[in-house]
Nanobody, 122 residues
Framework: QVQLVESGGGLVQAGGSLRLSCVAS????????MGWFRQAPGKEREFVAG???????GYVDSVKGRFTISRDNAKNTVYLQMNSLKPEDTAVYYC????????????????WGQGTQVTVSS
């Protein structure tokens, strides 16, 4: 069992920045593929960013150049730095982990956090 806890969400004006953090339990965090997803009201949950255990990254087109995913294996933590935020980025952001196997950045993922709210005002 892997426990994921997100933090760092909040209210920010358009053009501003936030950094989300996700702390994972487990002694083998360094082997996990980690991802960030988001879900806006009335929309399906969508992939935002992913990072492999060897630190290769992938992003959805809408956030490329604005968001950066990174990980600190010593702290069992993955980050999502969000810059130049837009109102359409407003969503609940979820951290996810994939343990073992070969998967794409988009999934499948095995474990999910409870989410953190990001609200971007115009």
């Amino acid at each position: 069992q892997v426990q994921l806890v997100e933090s760092g969400g909040g209210l920010v004006q358009a053009g501003g920045s936030l950094r989300l953090s996700c702390v994972a339990s487990g002694r083998t965090f360094s082997t996990y593929k980690m991802g960030w997803f988001r879900q806006a009201p009335g929309k399906e949950r969508e992939f935002v960013a992913g990072i492999e255990y060897y630190s290769s990254t992938g992003y959805v087109d809408s956030v490329k150049g604005r968001f950066t995913i990174s990980r600190d294996n010593a702290k069992n933590t993955v980050y999502l730095q969000m810059n130049s935020l837009k109102p359409e980025d407003t969503a609940v952001y979820y951290c996810a982990a994939a343990v073992g196997g070969s998967t794409s950045f988009q999934g499948p993922y095995d474990y999910w956090g409870q989410g953190t709210q990001v609200t971007v005002s115009s």
